[in-house]
């Protein structure tokens, strides 16, 4: 691994992988200020020295340095990479058992992508549906799993979101 990671730009690369799981390409070109074929070379090479590994999903490409997280994790950490999923999952860890349209009025999102996003949800085992007498409720599974993900590793373009929910959020078990 040492002279895979000589060059000064493949440390830099690795090392925000290593800190930032689940980042694509164009996001790691944009952080270190590289040309996106520059990035994606010395992605690909990393890659091929089983210095990083990749998860492929809807287009993109998401970099996890080898052997530091699991499957479970991996695909944990890039479904909070994603805007609306990562604003669903906070605003029901300071809202539990909330009703679609109650993360509807919160989300500024049509309804169908909403739905969209917590069908994914419910598929990846991250929000669980509860039947009670408003309706339908979601809650998050694992909240502290999910807490500790988000604290750890923070997606890299939500942190000032983060930062004024984080306030507000308490760690489960402590009320």
């Known amino acids: 691994m040492d002279n895979v990671l000589e060059l000064e730009i493949r ?4 090392t925000l992988i290593l ?5 694509h390409a164009k996001k790691i070109a944009d952080i270190l200020s590289l040309q996106g074929q520059l990035a994606d070379y010395h992605l690909a090479y990393l890659e ?6 990749t998860i492929k999903e809807e287009g993109y ?4 340095a080898t ?7 991996r695909k944990r950490i ?19 058992y909330s009703t679609h349209k109650e993360i509807l009025d919160q989300l500024d999102i049509v309804k169908s992508t909403l739905s969209y996003h917590i ?11 509860h039947s009670q007498e408003k309706g339908k409720t979601y809650t998050v599974v694992n909240e502290k799993e999910i807490i500790r993900l988000l604290i ?5 373009h939500r942190i000032e979101s983060f930062k004024e929910t984080w306030i507000d959020l308490q760690w489960p078990g402590s009320k």
Not at 152 to 156: E, H, I, L, N
């Open 48 to 53: 091929r020295a089983e210095i990083v590994t």
């Open 11 to 14: 440390r830099k690369i690795y």
């Open 152 to 156: 750890k590793y923070k997606p890299y």
């Open 78 to 96: 890039s479904i909070l990479r994603k805007d609306i999923p990562h604003r669903i999952i906070l605003f029901l860890l300071q809202n539990p």
């Open 67 to 73: 052997g530091k997280l699991g499957i479970k994790e």
């Open 61 to 64: 490409r998401r970099y996890y």
């Open 19 to 23: 800190e930032n799981p689940g980042l």
């Open 119 to 129: 069908v994914k949800l419910l598929k990846q085992g991250l929000l669980l549906v």
